[in-house]
């Protein structure tokens, strides 16, 4: 197995697990996705549109298009439309792991950090970096939800992928 057929396996398991995270969120009372607890982001929703901006500025970086005012693009915005956003960016990583060969995961990608500073990493990295973080922070609104009282989150670990996609 080639290391562009992970990345493609691995982004197709990224948008099913943002699929079934906000459908499991979307479920809930919307009201709730904007009540402050304590974890990097403040709610459900800012989480959320973390997930999306950092999935979306890599997007960006990789396909050298300026992404401007992303932090701030969902404020007062409803759930609907923020995970709507993030589905939609998700998309875009299965579609470049199809297009990308095994000797592209070696271009390096030249960027800015959010910070101004420089930063150069090979779109292997890149994908790689995309992909973990928001499973990481799917890790997160979990125990969010679990503060807000929810106590039927969807199993959204890689392997419940698979063994849903061989059944």
């Given at each position: 197995?080639?290391?562009?057929?992970?990345?493609?396996?691995?982004?197709?398991?990224?948008?099913?697990?943002?699929?079934?995270?906000?459908?499991?969120?979307?479920?809930?009372?919307?009201?709730?996705?904007?009540?402050?607890?304590?974890?990097?982001?403040?709610?459900?929703?800012?989480?959320?549109?973390?997930?999306?901006?950092?999935?979306?500025?890599?997007?960006?970086?990789?396909?050298?298009?300026?992404?401007?005012?992303?932090?701030?693009?969902?404020?007062?915005?409803?759930?609907?439309?923020?995970?709507?956003?993030?589905?939609?960016?998700?998309?875009?990583?299965?579609?470049?792991?199809?297009e990308i060969s095994e000797?592209?995961?070696?271009?390096?990608?030249?960027?800015?950090?959010?910070?101004?500073?420089?930063?150069?990493?090979?779109?292997?990295?890149?994908?790689?970096?995309?992909?973990?973080?928001?499973?990481?922070?799917?890790?997160?609104?979990?125990?969010?939800?679990?503060?807000?009282?929810?106590?039927?989150?969807?199993?959204?670990?890689?392997?419940?992928?698979?063994?849903?996609?061989?059944?």
């Amino acid at each position: 197995m080639t290391a562009q057929h992970i990345l493609y396996n691995y982004s197709k398991y990224n948008l099913w697990a943002n699929g079934m995270m906000t459908q499991w969120l979307l479920s809930k009372d919307h009201g709730l996705m904007d009540v402050e607890l304590k974890s990097s982001f403040p709610t459900i929703n800012k989480t959320l549109s973390h997930i999306w901006v950092a999935e979306y500025i890599w997007m960006c970086r990789i396909e050298g298009i300026v992404g401007n005012k992303l932090s701030g693009r969902h404020d007062g915005k409803e759930i609907s439309g923020i995970c709507h956003d993030l589905l939609e960016v998700s998309q875009y990583y299965i579609k470049k792991s199809e297009e990308i060969s095994e000797n592209d995961l070696s271009q390096k990608f030249r960027y800015k950090y959010l910070s101004g500073d420089d930063g150069e990493s090979e779109l292997i990295d890149i994908m790689h970096h995309v992909l973990n973080h928001s499973t990481y922070h799917r890790g997160q609104l979990v125990t969010m939800g679990r503060e807000l009282g929810f106590t039927d989150p969807p199993k959204t670990d890689y392997i419940q992928y698979v063994r849903e996609k061989s059944v």
